[in-house]
């Protein structure tokens, strides 16, 4: 069974820093794209960033581009999210999406982790 | 970027009845780029629809989408208990993913 399982999320205060985590499991993590979408507290979906399946090329939201920056390390199935700069209006819960080739959407979600910016 | 924009924000419907759902979008989204999901409180979201018609595993078949160009449809037949969630379409284009507002679908 595909698992996504994220990690790292918790209060933070404005100006700080969070690196979140997504283990993959049951699949071949190294052929996929992979994203972060995020949920702020009773609002809508927003696409995060976005990378290759081999790391070469990122893509990234103007709300977070030159703060945040995603990575993986294929050998260890795993999915990053290094959030700087922080701010009130980054306070959401934080998805890792798998990529459904080819078609532009998000076919399988990780239960997300929460990111609280706040003093 | 691309706006979608979804309608109506909030549907209220009963078991056993039709629903239809739009997504607008501001500009032509290619056909192939266009998904639907649905979110149930305290749960990810999990998708429906990709290329604008194509189930997703495991999805019933009373669930369709539909559409080309800016306008696109979700239709949901025969509403089962389970389907009253938040619904959202998806777009990708140009490097860039965006999702509409969302319309809730709500027991009347």
């Known amino acids: 069974e595909v698992q996504l399982v994220e990690s790292g999320g918790g209060i933070v205060q404005p100006g700080g820093s969070l690196r979140l985590s997504c283990a993959a499991s049951?699949?071949?993590?190294?052929?996929?794209?992979m994203h972060w979408v995020r949920q702020a507290p009773g609002k809508g979906l927003v696409w995060v960033a976005a990378i290759w399946s081999d790391g070469s090329n990122t893509l990234y939201a103007d709300s977070v581009k030159g703060r945040f920056t995603i990575s993986r390390d294929n050998a260890k199935n795993t999915l990053y999210l290094q959030m700087n700069g922080l701010g009130v209006e980054d306070t959401a819960v934080y998805y890792c999406?798998?990529?459904?080739?080819?078609?532009?959407?998000?076919?399988?979600w990780g239960q997300g982790t929460l990111v609280t910016v706040s003093s | 970027d691309i706006v979608l924009t979804q309608s109506p924000g909030t549907l209220s419907l009963s078991p056993g009845d039709g629903a239809t759902l739009s997504c607008r979008a501001s500009?032509?989204?290619?056909?192939?780029?266009l998904a639907w999901y649905q979110q149930k409180p305290g749960q990810a979201p999990r998708l429906l629809i990709y290329g604008s018609s194509n189930r997703a595993t495991g999805i019933p078949d009373r669930f369709s989408g539909s559409g080309s160009g800016t306008d696109f449809t979700l239709t949901i037949s025969r509403l089962e208990p389970e389907d009253f969630a938040v619904y959202y379409c998806q777009q990708y284009g140009i490097s860039s993913y965006t999702f509409g507002q969302g319309t809730k679908l709500e027991i009347k």
């Open positions: 049951a699949f071949t993590f190294s052929s996929r794209w």
């Open positions: 500009q032509s989204v290619s056909s192939v780029n």
């Open positions: 999406v798998r990529d459904l080739t080819h078609w532009g959407a998000f076919d399988f």
